[in-house]
């Protein structure tokens, strides 16, 4: 936390980082590969859209 300047804005970069960390932290070993390969791609596209 040395990084910020305060912790308001620590607690907002971690909830911010929550939210993205787990729209790309799928569970591969709970699903097939062919199913993980369309979830990563829709993950990149609503990252794409949010951050456009």
Do not use: D
């Not at 040395?2 to 929550?18: D, I, M, N, T, Y």
């Not at 569970?27 to 097939?32: A, E, N």
């Amino acid at each position: 936390m040395g990084e910020f300047k305060s912790v308001h804005r620590a607690q907002r970069f971690l909830g911010a980082h929550a939210a993205v960390s787990n729209l790309f932290n799928l569970g591969t070993h709970l699903v097939r590969a062919e199913y993980y390969r369309n979830l990563r791609v829709s993950a990149v596209e609503e990252w794409r859209m949010a951050v456009a």
